[in-house]
Antibody, heavy 120, light 113 residues
C-alpha cells in the first residue's frame, strides 16, 4: 500500500520561502506524476503543480513565478519551494499521486497534509 | 482557468435517502476522441485529505461502495449517493483534469437531516 509522508516548516513570515518535502513509501515512484495541492478556506482546493520521476514539471500559472517543484529520485522524494510568501499562501498543503502514468489526472493517494501559516 | 461550480453548497438528507450533488464546468470536459469525461469526485471528512471516489465521471475507484455513482457528460455532472449512511457526512468536491491547470469545485457539505 503506497503511502505519502510529508513534512516542512509550518510557520513562516511574509517574504520567506515555503519548503515542503513528500516521501513515497511502499510503492513505485517512477512512472507517476506527483502533485502538490493546497486548501484554504478562501480559495478551496488549488492545484499547485506536478512532477514526474525524470523531473518533468507542470505548474499552475498563477503560482509559476514563485514556484519550484523538484525530485530526488534516489530517495523517492519530491519537494515544493514557494518563494516570497504572503498571508494568501496560508493553507493546508497536500502532496498527492496521479492515478495513472499520464500528466493531469485525478489523485488516488494523498499525504496527511501540512498546515502552513504565514504571519508577521 | 476552467471554473467548476457545484450546487448546492450544502444539503441535508435523511438516513437511507438519496443525496444528489451537481457540478458544472465552464467548458466541456468531454474528449471526443476517447469519449471520456475528465471529471473526478472526492469525499473529504474533517481533518483528512480528500478521498477519490469516482473518475472518468462515472468509474468508481476500487473499494468505493456502489451506493456512490457518477453521471453526466460535457459540462454537467452529478454525484448520487443512495441509501445515505451516517459515515457519508463529508464535503464532496468535483475536479476537472481535461485542462491545465487542474481545477476543483468549491465543495458541497452533506449533512444528515
Amino acid at each position: 500500500q503506497v503511502q505519502l509522508q510529508q513534512w516542512g516548516a509550518g510557520l513562516l513570515k511574509p517574504s520567506e520561502t515555503l519548503s515542503l518535502t513528500c516521501a513515497v513509501y511502499d510503492g513505485s515512484f517512477s512512472g507517476y506524476y506527483w502533485s502538490w495541492i493546497r486548501q484554504s478556506p478562501g480559495k478551496g482546493l488549488e492545484w499547485i503543480g506536478e512532477i514526474n520521476h525524470s523531473g518533468s514539471t507542470n505548474y499552475n500559472p498563477s503560482l509559476e513565478s514563485r514556484l519550484t517543484i523538484s525530485v530526488a529520485m534516489s530517495k523517492n522524494q519530491f519537494s515544493l519551494d514557494l518563494s516570497s510568501v504572503t498571508a494568501a499562501d496560508t493553507a493546508v498543503y497536500y502532496c498527492a499521486r496521479g492515478r495513472t502514468t499520464v500528466t493531469h489526472d485525478v489523485f488516488d493517494i494523498w499525504g496527511q497534509g501540512t498546515m502552513v501559516t504565514v504571519s508577521p | 482557468d476552467i471554473v467548476m461550480t457545484q450546487s448546492p453548497d450544502s444539503l441535508a438528507v435523511s438516513l437511507g435517502e438519496r443525496a444528489t450533488i451537481n457540478c458544472k464546468s465552464s467548458q466541456t470536459i468531454l474528449y471526443h476522441s476517447n469519449k471520456k469525461n475528465y471529471l473526478g469526485w472526492y469525499q473529504q471528512k474533517p481533518g483528512q485529505p480528500p478521498k477519490l471516489l469516482i473518475y472518468w465521471a462515472s468509474t468508481r475507484e476500487s473499494g468505493v461502495p456502489d451506493r456512490f455513482s457518477g453521471s453526466g457528460s460535457g459540462t454537467d455532472f452529478t454525484l448520487t449517493i443512495n441509501n445515505l449512511q451516517a459515515g457519508d457526512v463529508a464535503v464532496y468536491y468535483c475536479q476537472q483534469y481535461y485542462y491545465s491547470p487542474i481545477t476543483f469545485g468549491q465543495g458541497t457539505r452533506l449533512e444528515i437531516k
